[in-house]
C-alpha cells in the first residue's frame, strides 16, 4: 500500500505504512501526482490574483466535504468523535463553503471541521498546486518560545536582518505557541501558502518589531509529467529525497557514535546496518531532534535492535479492539551499550514512541526539549472529485490511539526527557549545541557546545519549511 500510494499521491511527507498505519505528523507535504493535467492552474497560491469562485468550485468542494465526512463516519478510532456534534458541524461547514470567496477558502472550512476533532493526525491533503513557496526560514519551538533557527543565504529573509536567534512571537499576526505552531505551520506551509509571512520579532531586550518577509516561489515538478519529463522528474525527487532522509554519522573512537535519523523510513537492510554500526561502539547518541516518524516497521526494526528481548511498545486503541504492540528484540545482535537519544518539540509520531520506550524500560537516557505530543495511528484515504474535471486529494484519518505500557497516551503530552536542555538564542545564533554536548558527556566523551554544533551540519534541501 506504502508503494501504491507513493507513486499515486507522490512525496506527501506523511508515511503510509504497514497494514495502512501512518506514524508521522502533518509536514513537508508536497504533491507530485501521476495524473494531474485537468487540475493545473486549478488552485493558484493565495495572495496571488484569484480566480472568481465558480459553482464548478463550489461543487468540488460539496464533493470533497461529503467523502471527508463519511470517512469519518467510517473510520475515526472514537466513535463519539469526542463529543463533536459532527453532523452540526458539517452542516457548518457546508455553510461556510456555500459563503466562500475560493476554492482554497472552501477547503478551509473543511480543514476547520477536522480541526474540531483535535487530533494530530486526522486533516485535510488538499489537491496540489502549481507553484512550490519558500519563505526562507525555519523556525522551531524551543520550550514554550518560538525561535528563528535557519536562514536561507540570499533569502528575503536574510536581506531583511532575519537571523537565527531572534524569537517570532506572531506570524502574520496570528500568536505562536506550543498550542498554535503547527496549525499556523499547516496553513502557511501547506493550505493556504502566501506571497509572504508579516513576523512579529523580540529581540534579546524584548524590544518588538515587525518584518514582512516575501517568499520565492518556482514552478512545481507537477506541470514536468506533461512535458514528457514526468518519469526521470519523479525519479530525481526520489533520489533526492532519500538522500535527505539517510543515516548519518560523528564518530569519535569507539567511545561515541551519533546517528542522526532524520525520519524512520529505511529498509530492513539498512536499520540492520544502522544497528551494526552502533554495536561497534561503546556509546551511541541517537539524534530524533525533528524527526517526525514514519514506518511502524523501521520503527519495530530499530527499536527492536536496542533490546535483546522483545518489549512492548504500547496498546493500540482502535474504534473496535484493542492490541498489543510489542518489538522484536534482537537477541545477539542488539546493540547494548550506553544509549543517549535526543528529542525536542520537532519530534513526533514514531520518534516519540521509540523515546518513551527507552525512557519506561530504563534503557538509555533521554535529552532535550518536550516532544511535539503527536502520536496516533492513521491512515490515509485518497479521493478523486470530477465536476467538469477530476481533482486529487486525500484524507488522514486516525484509526487507533496508542497508549503505552505505562497507561498514558503522548497525544497533546508528548516525551518529557529525562535531562531538560534548551539552546539559547545566543546558541542559535553561533551554532552551538549544548544538548549534543551533555550527551556526549554522559556516555563518557568530552565535547563542547562550539565542538558538537558543526558535527552534523544541516543540509539545505531544494525548499526550507517554515518549520524544521
Not at 456534534?85 to 477558502?105: C, F, G, M, P, Y
Not at 529525497?241 to 557514535?257: P, T, V
Not at 467538469?388 to 497533546?412: I, P
Not at 546558541?427 to 566523551?445: C, F, N, Q, T, Y
Amino acid at each position: 500500500m506504502y508503494t501504491a500510494l507513493f507513486t499515486l499521491w507522490g512525496r506527501s511527507g506523511l508515511d503510509v505504512v504497514a497494514e495502512g498505519q501512518m506514524l508521522r505528523v502533518r509536514k513537508k507535504i508536497v504533491w507530485h501526482p501521476v495524473v494531474l493535467g485537468a487540475f493545473l492552474g486549478l488552485l493558484p497560491v493565495l495572495g496571488w490574483p484569484q480566480q472568481k469562485y465558480t459553482r464548478t468550485d463550489r461543487e468540488i468542494a460539496e464533493g470533497m466535504l461529503q467523502n471527508i465526512s463519511a470517512d469519518i463516519h467510517n473510520h475515526y478510532y472514537d466513535t463519539k468523535l469526542h463529543g463533536v456534534d459532527w453532523d452540526a458541524r458539517v452542516q457548518e461547514a457546508k455553510r461556510n463553503i456555500d459563503a466562500a470567496t475560493s476554492l482554497i477558502s472552501a477547503m478551509s472550512a473543511i480543514e476547520a471541521l477536522l480541526n474540531s476533532l483535535n487530533d494530530s493526525h486526522t486533516f485535510l491533503l488538499p489537491p496540489p498546486i502549481t507553484h512550490v513557496h519558500d519563505y526562507g526560514f525555519q523556525m522551531e519551538m524551543i520550550g514554550d518560545r518560538c525561535y528563528v533557527i535557519r536562514v536561507r543565504s540570499d533569502s528575503d529573509a536574510e536581506k531583511k536582518g532575519l537571523k537565527p536567534g531572534d524569537e517570532i512571537l506572531a506570524v502574520n499576526d496570528n500568536p505562536v505557541s506550543r498550542k498554535t505552531f503547527w496549525r499556523i505551520v499547516y496553513i502557511f506551509d501547506v493550505l493556504r501558502p502566501q506571497l509572504g509571512l508579516r513576523l512579529t520579532l523580540s529581540d534579546e531586550a524584548s524590544r518588538q518589531r515587525q518584518l514582512e518577509v516575501m517568499a520565492s516561489f518556482r514552478l512545481s515538478t507537477v506541470p514536468l509529467d506533461f512535458l514528457q519529463q514526468g518519469v526521470n522528474q519523479r525519479r530525481r525527487d526520489w533520489d533526492d529525497a532519500h538522500h535527505l532522509i539517510r543515516a548519518r554519522y560523528f564518530e569519535k573512537g569507539d567511545g561515541l557514535l551519533v546517528v542522526k535519523i532524520p525520519e524512520f523510513i529505511y529498509s530492513k537492510s539498512e536499520a540492520d546496518g544502522i544497528i551494526g554500526k552502533m554495536r561497534a561502539h561503546t556509546g551511541v547518541v541517537l539524534d530524533l531532534r525533528g524527526n517526525t516518524g514514519g514506518s511502524v516497521d523501521t520503527l519495530d526494526r530499530l527499536l527492536g535492535g536496542m533490546f535483546e528481548n522483545d518489549v512492548k511498545v504500547c496498546d493500540r486503541v482502535g474504534r473496535d479492539s484493542t492490541k498489543s504492540i510489542s518489538t522484536t528484540g534482537q537477541h545477539n545482535s542488539a546493540f547494548t551499550g550506553k544509549l543517549v537519544v535526543l528529542v525536542d518539540s520537532g519530534s513526533a509520531s514514531a520518534s516519540e514512541l521509540f523515546a518513551r520506550v527507552v525512557q519506561l524500560e530504563k534503557r538509555g537516557v533521554v535529552v532535550g526539549d518536550r516532544s511535539s505530543g503527536k502520536v496516533m495511528a492513521a491512515r490515509i484515504y485518497p479521493h478523486e472529485v470530477s465536476v467538469n474535471t477530476r481533482v486529487y486529494y486525500g484524507v488522514s484519518v486516525s484509526e487507533a490511539d496508542l497508549v503505552m505500557a505505562d497507561g498514558k497516551s503522548l497525544e497533546h503530552v508528548g516525551v518529557e526527557p529525562d535531562i531538560v536542555i534548551l539552546p539559547t538564542p545566543r546558541d542559535l545564533a553561533s551554532k552551538r549545541d549544548p544538548v549534543m554536548a551533555k550527551a556526549a558527556e554522559l556516555v563518557g566523551v568530552q565535547l563542547s557546545p562550539e565542538q558538537a554544533g558543526p558535527i552534523l551540519p544541516y543540509e539545505e534541501s531544494e525548499r526550507l519549511d517554515i518549520a524544521h
